[in-house]
């Protein structure tokens, strides 16, 4: 077997148990060793479930022996945050409140990966009812960044973004209600795809935003997000946001040459917005697709200070809903942070919801036309800042103070409004060897498109996953 078999991609993985070069049993256990071990460092983990991994690795094995077809995704360890149902397992969210909250079926979301053949290897930690782009929780440890342990991961789905970043998992499930996949991609140097709104199904799934929330993959290749979002993309009729459209062709998709896009590069979006290193290796980024063939031209995202506004009643309303019998019976089990950002969707009038719904829909089809009218895809940084400390309530920004909550959503929240796919990847390193991230966007279903750019730019070198030192 493959001596360092965690540095392996899922795509490297599979390819592997099919040839019968390792077994997914193996496999399994040499990832659930190196979950309890740096798991419990970083926190990365709320509950593994080692003894169904290794039942459904054992079914993977079993299947190749008989000479059957164990699936594309055969024995590649998955880590689940935990808003996912599981049977057996309680989906606690997070949260102390709903860690009695036993599942009694898969969400249609696990099913679809085990019926891919993904080996499952349990719930991963994040931020209290997915609330928060730093990763904090007071009640089952704050996830720490591989890169420097005092330093958040970004959230929600920070076990996401550190169990992958170190090889605990071939791929990891986030959710992304306003960066939530994204912002721990970018801080912890991993590839995070949030798909299309609607694309992935979110039924069993504990909700934030029901207009905003998106659950999507996180792995240290385009190509295993592409492996992912082939096995879970597709129409759900028991949630009420999935839409059924023609099936995307990830993987082949992924071949699309770096010559054929037109990118838009959202300059003034992200530059004033972020630390000149963030900046200036975005910059660079935009210099070298132009080297590479692809056309480069500087696009602007109008109304972004209405977007972001109507965006935060949406995602502020809808949480206030989902939590309203929680906050009445259970406001002193919340972390304090949390409920003190859900209170304000209780006095945001119906009137303001309305309108940021129907400027929502105004936008996307002005977004649609006057932007991805003149380019594919629209590039830009993910995060302002590398990795803050954990201890650290604000950052500078271009010599101003803002709040880390605040600056970590800066350049995500958009797209979850907008509601198209948004790839983010590394782009390079600080100078105190943290992780920088951009992200490329798409209009809604050019999932595969932002997949193929990443894809094309890893296969040139342009784009590179390190290893962290942990």
Not at 394 to 419: A, Y
Not at 440 to 460: C, N, W, Y
Request: net charge negative.
């Amino acid at each position: 077997m493959t001596s360092d078999i965690t540095t392996l991609t899922a795509a490297e993985i599979v390819a592997q148990i099919k040839e019968k070069r390792m077994s997914a049993v193996e496999v399994t256990e040499v990832h659930l060793e190196r979950s309890e071990k740096i798991g419990e460092a970083l926190n990365s983990w709320i509950k593994l479930d080692s003894e169904g991994a290794l039942k459904t690795a054992q079914e993977v094995d079993g299947a190749i022996a008989r000479g059957d077809d164990p699936g594309p995704m055969a024995g590649a360890p998955i880590g689940l945050k935990d808003l996912i149902d599981m049977e057996g397992l309680p989906t606690t969210a997070g949260s102390i409140i709903d860690n009695n909250n036993v599942a009694d079926s898969d969400a249609l979301l696990a099913r679809k990966i085990r019926r891919a053949g993904g080996v499952i290897l349990g719930k991963l930690n994040l931020h209290e009812f997915a609330f928060g782009p730093t990763g904090h929780n007071p009640h089952y440890g704050d996830q720490k960044n591989p890169w420097d342990t005092e330093r958040v991961t970004g959230g929600s789905s920070g076990g996401s973004g550190n169990s992958v970043a170190t090889g605990q998992v071939s791929i990891a499930i986030g959710s992304d209600t306003g960066g939530s996949i994204r912002i721990p991609a970018s801080l912890c140097g991993v590839i995070g795809h949030k798909p299309t709104h609607g694309l992935v199904t979110k039924s069993n799934c504990a909700p934030l935003s029901w207009s905003l929330d998106s659950f999507g993959p996180l792995a240290r290749s385009a190509q295993d997000c592409a492996l992912m979002m082939s096995a879970i993309a597709g129409y759900d009729p028991a949630d009420a946001s999935s839409i059924a459209c023609d099936p995307l062709d990830f993987m082949g998709g992924l071949s699309k040459p770096i010559e054929e896009f037109r990118v838009g590069h959202a300059r003034e979006y992200y530059e004033q917005r972020s630390e000149p290193p963030v900046a200036e290796a975005v910059n660079h980024l935009a210099k070298t697709l132009q080297e590479l063939g692809a056309e480069v031209v500087d696009v602007e995202i109008p109304d972004v200070e209405t977007a972001f506004h109507a965006a935060a009643v949406l995602m502020v309303s809808e949480a206030a809903a989902v939590h309203e019998k929680n906050i009445r019976d259970n406001a002193q089990d919340f972390d304090p942070a949390v409920l003190g950002r859900i209170r304000p969707g209780f006095f945001i009038p119906a009137t303001s919801y309305i309108q940021a719904l129907r400027f929502r829909e105004q936008w996307t089809k002005r977004i649609c036309r006057e932007v991805y009218g003149q380019v594919d895809l629209v590039l830009a940084a993910a995060t302002p800042i590398p990795a803050a400390l954990r201890s650290q309530s604000s950052g500078t920004v271009r010599g101003k103070e803002v709040e880390i909550r605040t600056l970590m959503i800066s350049l995500t929240r958009l797209w979850n409004f907008l509601g198209g796919p948004s790839t983010a990847f590394p782009s390079g390193m600080s100078e105190d060897g943290l992780p920088l991230g951009a992200q490329i966007m798409g209009a809604p279903f050019a999932d595969h498109h932002t997949l193929s750019f990443v894809h094309q730019l890893e296969k040139r070198g342009v784009v590179k996953v390190e290893k962290p030192p942990l």
